[in-house]
Protein backbone atom coordinates (compact mmCIF):
# COMPACT_ATOMS: atom_id res chain seq x y z
CA UNK A 1 0.00 0.00 0.00
CA UNK A 2 1.28 3.73 -0.57
CA UNK A 3 0.65 5.80 1.89
CA UNK A 4 0.64 9.76 1.36
CA UNK A 5 -0.10 13.12 3.28
CA UNK A 6 -1.38 16.36 2.92
CA UNK A 7 0.42 19.17 2.93
CA UNK A 8 0.41 21.60 5.95
CA UNK A 9 -2.06 24.36 3.83
CA UNK A 10 -5.18 24.78 6.24
CA UNK A 11 -5.78 26.02 9.81
CA UNK A 12 -3.38 26.42 11.84
CA UNK A 13 -0.27 24.80 9.63
CA UNK A 14 -1.65 27.31 7.65
CA UNK A 15 0.01 29.70 9.90
CA UNK A 16 3.42 28.33 9.62
CA UNK A 17 3.81 28.64 5.75
CA UNK A 18 7.54 28.88 5.98
CA UNK A 19 7.81 25.31 7.15
CA UNK A 20 6.24 23.90 4.06
CA UNK A 21 9.32 22.85 2.66
CA UNK A 22 10.90 21.44 5.71
CA UNK A 23 7.45 19.17 6.18
CA UNK A 24 7.60 17.78 2.68
CA UNK A 25 11.30 16.78 2.73
CA UNK A 26 11.19 15.31 5.87
CA UNK A 27 7.83 13.46 5.07
CA UNK A 28 9.70 12.07 1.92
CA UNK A 29 12.63 11.05 4.43
CA UNK A 30 9.90 9.00 6.39
CA UNK A 31 8.78 7.32 3.25
CA UNK A 32 5.71 9.12 2.38
CA UNK A 33 4.63 7.77 -1.15
CA UNK A 34 2.79 11.36 -2.03
CA UNK A 35 1.98 14.75 -1.42
CA UNK A 36 -1.51 16.36 -1.88
CA UNK A 37 -3.11 19.96 -1.69
CA UNK A 38 -7.05 20.62 -1.79
CA UNK A 39 -8.50 23.91 -3.26
CA UNK A 40 -10.61 26.61 -0.80
CA UNK A 41 -11.11 29.71 -1.38
CA UNK A 42 -13.22 31.17 1.06
CA UNK A 43 -14.68 30.02 4.49
CA UNK A 44 -18.19 32.00 3.98
CA UNK A 45 -19.84 33.83 7.20
CA UNK A 46 -23.15 32.61 6.27
CA UNK A 47 -22.23 29.39 3.76
CA UNK A 48 -25.49 28.67 1.52
CA UNK A 49 -24.23 25.27 1.46
CA UNK A 50 -22.17 23.31 4.73
CA UNK A 51 -19.08 21.54 4.47
CA UNK A 52 -19.33 17.76 4.19
CA UNK A 53 -23.23 17.43 5.05
CA UNK A 54 -23.42 20.03 7.80
CA UNK A 55 -24.28 23.85 7.61
CA UNK A 56 -21.24 25.35 8.53
CA UNK A 57 -17.50 25.36 7.61
CA UNK A 58 -14.68 24.21 9.21
CA UNK A 59 -12.82 26.87 11.37
CA UNK A 60 -9.82 25.05 9.72
CA UNK A 61 -10.84 26.86 6.02
CA UNK A 62 -10.08 30.31 7.56
CA UNK A 63 -6.46 30.20 7.31
CA UNK A 64 -6.01 28.32 3.71
CA UNK A 65 -2.77 28.49 1.00
CA UNK A 66 -2.62 28.40 -2.38
CA UNK A 67 -2.88 25.14 -4.16
CA UNK A 68 -0.59 25.68 -6.77
CA UNK A 69 1.89 27.52 -4.71
CA UNK A 70 2.62 24.62 -2.03
CA UNK A 71 2.74 22.00 -4.55
CA UNK A 72 5.37 24.06 -6.61
CA UNK A 73 7.31 23.69 -3.46
CA UNK A 74 6.79 20.01 -3.23
CA UNK A 75 7.90 19.67 -6.86
CA UNK A 76 10.94 21.57 -5.95
CA UNK A 77 12.33 20.19 -2.61
CA UNK A 78 11.62 16.48 -3.08
CA UNK A 79 12.48 14.15 -5.53
CA UNK A 80 10.30 10.68 -4.74
CA UNK A 81 6.87 11.57 -4.10
CA UNK A 82 3.93 12.06 -6.05
CA UNK A 83 2.32 15.07 -6.24
CA UNK A 84 -1.36 15.37 -6.41
CA UNK A 85 -4.13 17.65 -5.88
CA UNK A 86 -7.72 16.66 -4.53
CA UNK A 87 -8.87 18.02 -5.73
CA UNK A 88 -8.39 21.28 -7.79
CA UNK A 89 -11.80 23.24 -8.47
CA UNK A 90 -11.69 23.24 -12.44
CA UNK A 91 -14.53 25.19 -13.06
CA UNK A 92 -12.89 28.36 -11.08
CA UNK A 93 -9.95 28.17 -14.14
CA UNK A 94 -9.26 28.61 -17.26
CA UNK A 95 -8.14 25.77 -19.06
CA UNK A 96 -4.70 27.99 -20.54
CA UNK A 97 -3.81 29.10 -17.36
CA UNK A 98 -4.99 25.67 -15.64
CA UNK A 99 -2.53 23.80 -18.20
CA UNK A 100 0.42 26.56 -17.85
CA UNK A 101 0.46 26.05 -13.40
CA UNK A 102 0.22 22.25 -14.22
CA UNK A 103 2.95 21.82 -16.72
CA UNK A 104 5.27 24.01 -15.00
CA UNK A 105 4.91 21.81 -11.82
CA UNK A 106 5.03 18.72 -13.90
CA UNK A 107 8.40 19.79 -15.19
CA UNK A 108 9.70 20.90 -11.83
CA UNK A 109 8.98 17.49 -10.37
CA UNK A 110 10.41 15.49 -12.94
CA UNK A 111 6.81 13.83 -13.93
CA UNK A 112 5.60 13.23 -10.83
CA UNK A 113 2.05 15.47 -10.74
CA UNK A 114 -1.24 14.01 -10.39
CA UNK A 115 -3.93 15.84 -11.04
CA UNK A 116 -6.72 15.71 -9.83
CA UNK A 117 -10.10 18.03 -10.60
CA UNK A 118 -13.02 18.33 -9.07
CA UNK A 119 -16.34 20.96 -9.49
CA UNK A 120 -16.13 22.01 -5.38
CA UNK A 121 -19.55 22.49 -3.69
CA UNK A 122 -19.61 26.41 -2.65
CA UNK A 123 -21.93 28.83 -3.75
CA UNK A 124 -20.19 31.63 -2.59
CA UNK A 125 -16.60 30.39 -3.91
CA UNK A 126 -18.19 30.29 -7.22
CA UNK A 127 -19.72 33.40 -6.77
CA UNK A 128 -15.83 35.01 -5.06
CA UNK A 129 -14.48 33.09 -8.49
CA UNK A 130 -16.62 34.91 -10.67
CA UNK A 131 -18.08 31.79 -12.61
CA UNK A 132 -21.91 30.50 -12.64
CA UNK A 133 -22.24 27.16 -10.11
CA UNK A 134 -24.74 25.82 -12.53
CA UNK A 135 -22.08 25.73 -15.33
CA UNK A 136 -19.28 23.43 -13.16
CA UNK A 137 -20.12 20.42 -15.00
CA UNK A 138 -20.16 21.70 -18.60
CA UNK A 139 -17.09 23.79 -17.74
CA UNK A 140 -15.41 20.42 -15.76
CA UNK A 141 -15.71 18.65 -19.61
CA UNK A 142 -14.18 21.77 -21.19
CA UNK A 143 -11.59 22.33 -19.08
CA UNK A 144 -10.51 18.48 -19.43
CA UNK A 145 -10.91 19.14 -23.62
CA UNK A 146 -9.17 22.64 -23.83
CA UNK A 147 -5.77 21.26 -21.72
CA UNK A 148 -5.96 17.92 -23.66
CA UNK A 149 -5.27 20.05 -27.05
CA UNK A 150 -2.41 21.76 -25.40
CA UNK A 151 -0.86 19.08 -23.94
CA UNK A 152 -1.33 16.69 -26.54
CA UNK A 153 -0.69 18.99 -29.81
CA UNK A 154 1.57 18.14 -32.14
CA UNK A 155 3.99 19.91 -31.78
CA UNK A 156 4.15 21.19 -35.39
CA UNK A 157 0.58 22.11 -35.54
CA UNK A 158 -1.43 24.75 -32.96
CA UNK A 159 -3.37 23.81 -30.37
CA UNK A 160 -6.96 25.13 -30.68
CA UNK A 161 -10.11 24.95 -28.53
CA UNK A 162 -13.88 26.42 -28.90
CA UNK A 163 -16.33 25.79 -26.17
CA UNK A 164 -19.13 27.09 -24.86
CA UNK A 165 -17.49 28.35 -22.12
CA UNK A 166 -13.79 28.39 -22.82
CA UNK A 167 -11.87 29.52 -25.77
CA UNK A 168 -8.18 28.47 -26.09
CA UNK A 169 -6.98 30.37 -29.82
CA UNK A 170 -4.85 28.83 -32.00
CA UNK A 171 -1.39 28.77 -30.16
CA UNK A 172 1.85 27.15 -30.42
CA UNK A 173 2.68 24.89 -27.33
CA UNK A 174 6.68 24.76 -26.80
CA UNK A 175 6.35 22.53 -23.50
CA UNK A 176 5.08 19.34 -23.14
CA UNK A 177 4.73 17.34 -19.51
CA UNK A 178 7.59 15.67 -18.47
CA UNK A 179 5.32 12.60 -18.48
CA UNK A 180 3.76 11.85 -22.01
CA UNK A 181 1.56 12.76 -23.64
CA UNK A 182 0.56 14.34 -20.35
CA UNK A 183 0.15 13.93 -16.52
CA UNK A 184 -2.49 11.64 -15.36
CA UNK A 185 -6.01 13.20 -14.50
CA UNK A 186 -8.14 11.32 -11.37
CA UNK A 187 -11.92 13.01 -10.77
CA UNK A 188 -13.56 12.82 -7.85
CA UNK A 189 -17.20 12.84 -7.06
CA UNK A 190 -19.96 10.49 -6.23
CA UNK A 191 -22.93 11.77 -8.56
CA UNK A 192 -23.86 9.36 -11.10
CA UNK A 193 -23.07 12.18 -13.73
CA UNK A 194 -19.31 12.52 -12.12
CA UNK A 195 -18.81 8.65 -12.15
CA UNK A 196 -19.60 8.47 -15.87
CA UNK A 197 -16.93 11.17 -16.05
CA UNK A 198 -14.52 9.29 -14.72
CA UNK A 199 -15.07 6.26 -16.67
CA UNK A 200 -14.87 8.15 -19.85
CA UNK A 201 -12.03 10.51 -19.71
CA UNK A 202 -10.23 10.09 -16.39
CA UNK A 203 -7.06 7.95 -15.77
CA UNK A 204 -8.51 7.53 -11.90
CA UNK A 205 -11.35 8.00 -9.36
CA UNK A 206 -10.62 10.39 -5.98
CA UNK A 207 -12.87 8.62 -3.25
CA UNK A 208 -12.95 9.66 0.05
CA UNK A 209 -13.59 7.80 3.77
CA UNK A 210 -13.45 9.52 7.23
CA UNK A 211 -12.21 7.38 10.36
CA UNK A 212 -13.03 8.34 13.51
CA UNK A 213 -17.29 8.78 11.70
CA UNK A 214 -17.68 5.21 11.64
CA UNK A 215 -16.69 2.06 10.49
CA UNK A 216 -15.09 1.36 6.80
CA UNK A 217 -17.53 1.15 4.66
CA UNK A 218 -16.06 -1.17 1.60
CA UNK A 219 -18.78 -1.26 -0.19
CA UNK A 220 -19.32 2.63 -0.34
CA UNK A 221 -15.72 2.58 -2.58
CA UNK A 222 -16.13 -0.92 -4.23
CA UNK A 223 -19.74 0.00 -5.78
CA UNK A 224 -18.90 3.23 -7.28
CA UNK A 225 -15.65 1.49 -8.77
CA UNK A 226 -17.69 -1.12 -10.03
CA UNK A 227 -19.98 1.14 -11.88
CA UNK A 228 -17.43 3.03 -13.00
CA UNK A 229 -15.03 0.14 -14.62
CA UNK A 230 -18.37 -1.22 -16.18
CA UNK A 231 -19.39 1.99 -17.56
CA UNK A 232 -15.52 2.46 -18.62
CA UNK A 233 -15.80 -1.11 -20.64
CA UNK A 234 -18.80 0.28 -22.73
CA UNK A 235 -16.81 3.07 -23.50
CA UNK A 236 -14.68 0.89 -25.00
CA UNK A 237 -11.68 1.36 -22.68
CA UNK A 238 -9.93 -1.12 -20.46
CA UNK A 239 -11.51 -0.61 -16.98
CA UNK A 240 -8.18 -2.21 -14.89
CA UNK A 241 -6.38 0.79 -15.92
CA UNK A 242 -9.25 2.84 -14.18
CA UNK A 243 -7.28 3.98 -10.69
CA UNK A 244 -8.38 5.33 -7.82
CA UNK A 245 -6.44 6.63 -4.49
CA UNK A 246 -8.78 7.04 -1.25
CA UNK A 247 -8.41 10.04 0.77
CA UNK A 248 -8.81 9.32 4.38
CA UNK A 249 -9.61 12.40 6.11
CA UNK A 250 -9.74 11.65 9.31
CA UNK A 251 -12.15 13.41 11.98
CA UNK A 252 -10.82 15.42 14.75
CA UNK A 253 -11.70 12.60 17.05
CA UNK A 254 -10.05 9.81 15.25
CA UNK A 255 -7.43 7.59 16.63
CA UNK A 256 -4.12 6.31 14.95
CA UNK A 257 -5.86 2.71 15.38
CA UNK A 258 -8.93 4.46 13.71
CA UNK A 259 -6.83 5.50 11.09
CA UNK A 260 -4.25 2.65 10.19
CA UNK A 261 -7.09 0.15 10.23
CA UNK A 262 -8.56 1.99 7.75
CA UNK A 263 -5.91 1.52 5.72
CA UNK A 264 -5.19 -2.04 6.27
CA UNK A 265 -9.29 -2.37 5.65
CA UNK A 266 -8.89 -0.81 2.00
CA UNK A 267 -5.81 -2.76 1.44
CA UNK A 268 -7.37 -6.14 2.19
CA UNK A 269 -11.18 -4.65 1.50
CA UNK A 270 -10.63 -3.08 -2.42
CA UNK A 271 -8.47 -2.40 -4.73
CA UNK A 272 -7.34 0.28 -3.37
CA UNK A 273 -3.63 0.51 -3.49
CA UNK A 274 -2.62 3.94 -2.49
CA UNK A 275 -3.83 6.10 -0.09
CA UNK A 276 -3.39 9.87 1.31
CA UNK A 277 -4.29 10.91 5.49
CA UNK A 278 -5.50 14.36 5.61
CA UNK A 279 -3.72 15.80 8.76
CA UNK A 280 -5.60 18.97 8.60
CA UNK A 281 -8.41 18.02 11.58
CA UNK A 282 -5.80 16.30 13.78
CA UNK A 283 -2.41 18.31 14.02
CA UNK A 284 -1.84 21.53 15.90
CA UNK A 285 1.40 22.64 13.99
CA UNK A 286 3.67 21.10 11.85
CA UNK A 287 6.35 19.25 13.79
CA UNK A 288 2.82 17.37 15.19
CA UNK A 289 1.90 16.76 11.89
CA UNK A 290 5.38 15.13 10.81
CA UNK A 291 5.05 13.54 14.28
CA UNK A 292 1.57 11.74 13.03
CA UNK A 293 2.97 10.73 9.60
CA UNK A 294 5.87 9.20 10.91
CA UNK A 295 3.44 6.83 13.26
CA UNK A 296 0.92 6.06 10.62
CA UNK A 297 3.61 4.83 8.21
CA UNK A 298 5.05 2.61 10.99
CA UNK A 299 2.01 1.43 12.15
CA UNK A 300 0.67 0.74 8.85
CA UNK A 301 4.07 -1.41 7.50
Not at 17 to 34: K, N, T, Y
Not at 150 to 176: F, I, K
Amino acid sequence: MRIGFTLPQFGAMARQVEHVPGFARQAEALGADSLWIGDRLLAPVRPTVGYAGTDTIPPEFDSRLDPFALMTIAATVTERPLIGSNVLNAPWYPPALLERSLTTIDLLSNGRLLVGLGVGWSPEEYQAAGVPMDQRGVRLDECLDAMESLWTADPADPAEYQGRYWTVPATRTGLRPARRPRPPVYLGGWAPAALRRVARRADGWLPATVPGAGAFDAAAVNGPLARIRGLAEEYGRDPAAVDAVLRINPTATASLDDIVTTIARAGKETDIDHVFVDLMYLAGDVDHALELAERVLSAAR
